[in-house]
């Protein structure tokens, strides 16, 4: 069984549903809360993400979620160093949250080591609101593409897309570890 630790940072704009989209994921789609709670510097959770039936592939997922508001910046960004993966929410709803992502990628930039290959994605969260949409995939896509990430939609409330993602990020991590365990940052326990 080969089981492969990573530090994977969620960020985004405040209620692009971050933290909703991690619930979802470590829930397995059973808990959604209706309820807005804004979370308050970083909180860590973990879940072992398997890629086959037998298990003997997987990703164990240290997910970071943090808080968006400036005022926390110092106390979140401490745990970006050595991150193995990250992830960049939008709503698909709110514009000004897509614009951010720029400010975003170019933050946690900073913070990849520079002989490390950081598989990252963006996700437009939020899908299931088609008719409040105000960020087309067409533009998603592009922006994901000119930055070399890969772009999800999903709906945390629906647990739609959701699995897509952490599996696209565990076939990375799986992918670069097997062509060259240097290149893949672990989370060193």
């Known amino acids: 069984m080969?089981?492969?630790?990573?530090?994977?940072?969620?960020?985004?704009?405040?209620?692009?549903?971050?933290?909703?989209?991690?619930?979802?994921?470590?829930?397995?789609?059973?808990?959604?809360?209706?309820?807005?709670?804004?979370?308050?510097?970083?909180?860590?959770?973990?879940?072992?993400?398997?890629?086959?039936?037998?298990?003997?592939?997987?990703?164990?997922?240290?997910?970071?979620?943090?808080?968006?508001?400036?005022?926390?910046?110092?106390?979140?960004?401490?745990?970006?160093?050595k991150l193995g993966m990250y992830i960049i929410v939008f709503d698909v709803t709110n514009k000004k949250s897509f614009t951010s992502c720029q400010k975003w990628l170019k933050s946690l930039k900073q913070?990849?080591?520079?002989?490390?290959?950081?598989?990252?994605?963006?996700?437009?969260?939020?899908?299931?609101?088609?008719?409040?949409?105000?960020?087309?995939?067409e533009e998603a896509r592009i922006f994901a593409a000119t930055n070399f990430l890969t772009y999800f939609e999903s709906s945390a409330k629906e647990h739609t897309g959701v699995n897509d993602t952490f599996r696209h990020l565990s076939e990375k991590a799986f992918t670069l570890h097997q062509d060259d365990p240097n290149l893949v940052q672990l989370l060193e326990h």
């Not at 290959?117 to 963006?122: A, D, F, R, Y």
């Open 111 to 137: 913070y990849c080591e520079p002989d490390k290959t950081i598989p990252g994605v963006l996700i437009g969260n939020k899908a299931d609101l088609e008719q409040r949409r105000k960020v087309t995939t």
């Open 2 to 81: 080969v089981v492969i630790p990573v530090k994977c940072i969620v960020v985004g704009d405040s209620a692009v549903g971050k933290t909703a989209l991690i619930q979802s994921f470590l829930s397995d789609g059973t808990a959604f809360s209706k309820i807005y709670n804004m979370t308050l510097g970083t909180e860590v959770c973990n879940k072992i993400f398997s890629l086959d039936n037998d298990n003997s592939k997987s990703v164990d997922f240290f997910i970071f979620d943090n808080a968006s508001h400036d005022v926390f910046k110092d106390v979140t960004e401490v745990h970006w160093e």
